[in-house]
């Protein structure tokens, strides 16, 4: 991060960023270094893939999280079973 923007404001970590970093540990795994790398990028990805979407962009993304998430935990029951 530093190394893009070559200043560190305390600002550009509110939240919002800390909720997202928590997201992506979880969908991706929390004991998985890949799967939280992939999911690092498909979060990051996703909403400049969806930018023509203007007003239903955020919606949508939050749709597609709910769905990864629902996914995900069916899977992990399947496989628990």
Known sequence: FAHSFTYLNPSSF???KSFEYIVMVV?????SI???LIAASV???LPELLRFMNE????FYALVLIGV??????????NHV
């Open 27 to 31: 969908l991706g795994g929390m004991g």
């Open 43 to 45: 979060l990051t990805l």
């Open 14 to 16: 509110n939240f919002l």
């Open 69 to 78: 998430m629902i996914v995900k935990q069916k899977r992990a029951e399947k």
């Open 56 to 59: 239903y962009r955020m919606v």
């Open 34 to 36: 890949w799967g939280t």
